[in-house]
């Protein structure tokens, strides 16, 4: 077989080739280093008289050592680390200090790595000792999260509101009376409150007349008036904490709706309504089946009502009550990591829903926006200007991606924030993006940030940093493609364009997609694609099987980040927010479904597929409605997609081939299998040495009607022995992986597999991937 390449072991080799770097080398990697304070004490707020841990991540295996110099009453002292865990690619270092009368005390941390030796402060890492440290005030609890943290014998509460002159906490913990009251800290009230614990609900009561719920509190109760909710954030037991996610270059995305998710039809059995995030994690078998390795979920902050798309947020911490706790979102995100998905959360910080937004005259003042308020065309925008208020979406970064562990963002609507033409603060929204993405890019290396955006252009990464944007040139092209095809006039030289690339961002900085939420939402007025080109119920006629299997085929094969929408897998024709996918679908399609399953896998185990390997457009025939591309890698193997997008077979179509030798039909959405008519090429041919087009070898192929074909050729370069470095010889196995990763991180000849023999890069790592993937007995 040639398959035995599986999606997460190339993720995880694709991954740790740029961190092959961070080894016991004798170089501290500094952009892998950091510590955030509200994020990394053990427990998270030291009280007086407290032992406590101090944590720093640094990339795994980088450090020989790491110590935490404490310095209590001007004298220092170092405390040994070591590891406690792994946090995705990094290890988590903590070391712990000794309990201390003193009402305040400062750290900073000594990183070594062999003779090197780094310092990290306040002001970040340096070569030299730091001035200062972070700093802890026992006696104010300065240190403090905002929001509401847990600790021994109560709850510590902080909140910001700048101009207020008095706050007081009142919950269940008091009778919801002023027995509370929270010290002015700068611009916050910071206090702590014995018996308070988790489960119970609060509100804050400001100038003894204003009250509100805490923006940072990760449950709300809608059905109680919003009353924040306290939670444990360390109370979850994580179970798959070293789940790294694959990178950008290896990503099929699955756009989930988490209400609309589950228990129609569903084997998996009932589930309640709206589906909830245990549901979800509870079916995390089904997307591994499909192949997805991410899945890019629709917001699930906390909405008005029960059903919503989730665009319509009030908190940027909260999460959707009707779904679940916090806790069983956490479930949700390890069991799709147990599955080898990743989780991208889909985020709204363009604006706040018109209705009950809580944040609106938040203290008794407009806190959190302007006055008057920058309007978009579905709500104020916050106040980015507004210093409290950018680190209010800042730090959410850290909620989302550190407490509940998921791997990126789709950010919502980025040019109502980043361009003028939108809005006034355009110059605070583009330093927010780029702030994100730095967040990001420290201390969530393998998280990666998604900007719908509809440009189509390299800005988008140099200028606000973003790993890839929507491909609107693409998605419209292949749109307008598909549809004109019922009527014989698809564009197809549009369509060859946007495979080729737009303005300047190809590959990993797109993300391609043929339809995903917006495109089949009734709330939009628009209809899933099988529905608008078969009217008529069951929606599922040759027509709209047959273009909509091709419109993905293009999407998942092409060069760019693939993504489709749910239900996409099995002829979905119900919309997504309101009305459940049908699991039934499976069954009853289940050929297509193999067919999703059959491209995907092949997506996901090529690396002459991946988002950045080659593409080329070498054939356009406006007459026939016929394209054919190449993808591949250099050293490694060549595919051919074919595409007819006319309603006729093209029988004994010759089409140039880039190769000599043996070529074989991989995947075809026509053949019977996967429930097509069954017409067009099987098996192998060989390429004939007559010229066609740019190739000096061609075939004459059958291409069906509507029909997408991938075409394998069987490289001759690939060989057991290339990727066979482990013992025993003649068996193919982790072994042989790691024994890689080792000697290309040593540089030893026998990771030097491409040419320039002596060059050690990322070459060498795909002609492995190569030889690995080819599959010796």
């Not at 969530?444 to 252009?457: H, M, P, Q, W």
Request: charged share 15%.
């Amino acid at each position: 077989m040639r398959f035995t390449l599986a999606a997460p072991l190339l993720g995880a080799l694709v991954l740790t080739a740029p961190l092959l770097g961070a080894d016991h080398d004798g170089n501290v990697e500094w952009d892998g280093v950091s510590h955030v304070v509200w994020q990394d004490l053990r427990p998270l707020v030291p009280m007086q008289g407290d032992a406590f841990g101090v944590r720093v991540q640094a990339y795994r295996g980088d450090l020989t050592g790491v110590s935490a110099v404490a310095d209590v009453g001007g004298v220092e002292t170092a405390y040994p680390a070591s590891v406690v865990g792994q946090l995705g690619p990094y290890d988590i270092w903590q070391a712990d200090l000794p309990a201390t009368g003193e009402t305040a005390m400062s750290y900073t941390f000594v990183l070594t790595d062999g003779l090197d030796t780094d310092y990290l402060g306040p002001d970040g890492m340096s070569s030299e000792p730091h001035a200062s440290g972070y700093e802890l005030d026992f006696a104010t609890l300065g240190h403090a999260p905002v929001g509401a943290t847990p600790v021994a014998g109560g709850t510590v509460f902080r909140v910001w509101a700048p101009t207020r002159a008095t706050c007081h906490v009142r919950g269940e913990f008091n009778g919801w009376t002023t027995a509370n009251s929270l010290t002015k800290v700068g611009e916050h009230f910071i206090g702590f409150v014995a018996g308070a614990g988790t489960g119970q609900m609060y509100k804050y009561y400001f100038n003894n007349s204003v009250w509100n719920t805490d923006p940072r509190a990760s449950s709300l109760n809608p059905t109680d008036n919003q009353n924040a909710i306290i939670t444990d954030p360390l109370a979850y037991a994580w179970e798959h904490d070293d789940f790294i996610a694959d990178p950008l270059e290896n990503l099929v995305l699955y756009q989930l709706h988490v209400g609309s998710f589950a228990g129609r039809n569903d084997p998996f059995g009932p589930a309640s309504n709206p589906s909830g995030y245990r549901d979800v994690g509870e079916r995390a078998s089904q997307l591994a089946d499909l192949g997805v390795n991410a899945v890019m979920v629709n917001p699930i902050n906390e909405f008005p009502g029960d059903f919503s798309g989730g665009y319509n947020p009030v908190s940027a911490y909260a999460w959707e009550w009707a779904l679940g706790t916090p806790d069983d979102l956490k479930y949700m995100v390890d069991q799709l990591h147990a599955h080898g998905v990743a989780v991208i959360l889909d985020v709204v910080w363009n604006h706040l829903s018109p209705s009950d937004n809580f944040l609106w005259n938040y203290d008794g003042t407009q806190l959190y926006f302007d006055s008057p308020a920058q309007d978009t065309p579905w709500g104020a925008q916050a106040d980015f200007d507004a210093q409290g208020v950018f680190d209010y979406y800042l730090d959410s970064v850290h909620h989302v991606m550190g407490e509940f562990r998921m791997d990126g963002y789709r950010q919502d609507a980025v040019m109502a924030m980043t361009d003028s033409g939108w809005t006034g603060q355009w110059p605070a929204g583009q330093a927010l993006m780029r702030a994100m993405n730095d967040v990001i890019d420290n201390r969530y290396a393998d998280a990666n940030a998604i900007a719908e955006i509809y440009i189509d252009n390299p800005w988008v990464h140099t200028g606000i940093y973003f790993d890839t944007q929507y491909h609107n040139s693409f998605k419209n092209a292949l749109r307008d493609a598909v549809f004109a095809a019922g009527g014989g006039t698809p564009n197809v030289s549009a369509v060859a364009a946007a495979i080729d690339g737009t303005g300047g961002v190809v590959g990993t900085q797109v993300l391609n997609y043929f339809e995903l939420h917006d495109d089949a939402w009734p709330l939009n007025g628009h209809e899933r694609a099988v529905k608008q080109i078969d009217t008529s119920f069951p929606h599922d006629d040759q027509f709209a099987r047959g273009r909509t299997t091709l419109a993905n085929g293009i999407v998942l094969l092409a060069a760019g980040v693939p993504a489709i929408l749910q239900g996409s897998e099995w002829l979905e024709d119900q919309g997504w927010e309101e009305n459940k996918i049908d699991w039934s679908h499976k069954t009853t399609y289940a050929g297509v479904f193999d067919y999703y399953k059959a491209i995907i896998g092949r997506r996901t185990s090529e690396p002459a597929l991946g988002a950045d390997a080659d593409v080329w457009v070498y054939h356009v025939n406006e007459g026939a409605d016929v394209i054919a591309f190449e993808r591949w890698v250099d050293g490694g193997k060549s595919f051919v997609v074919l595409v007819n997008l006319s309603n006729t077979n093209r029988d004994d179509y010759r089409i140039g081939l880039p190769r000599t030798g043996t070529w074989g039909v991989a995947v075809s959405n026509q053949a019977a299998e996967f429930g097509g008519a069954g017409d067009g090429e099987t098996g192998t041919f060989e390429a004939e040495a007559i010229a066609s087009g740019p190739h000096a070898q061609s075939a004459a192929i059958d291409i069906p009607a509507r029909g997408l074909m991938l075409l394998e050729h069987e490289p001759s370069g690939a060989s057991c022995n290339a990727a066979d470095i482990a013992e025993p010889f003649g068996s193919l196995d982790f072994s042989d992986v790691l024994a890689f990763l080792v000697a290309f991180g040593s540089m030893s000849p026998e990771a030097d597999l491409a040419d320039p023999i002596g060059a050690f890069d990322f070459s060498d790592v795909l002609a492995f991937l190569n030889a690995y993937g080819s599959g010796c007995p």
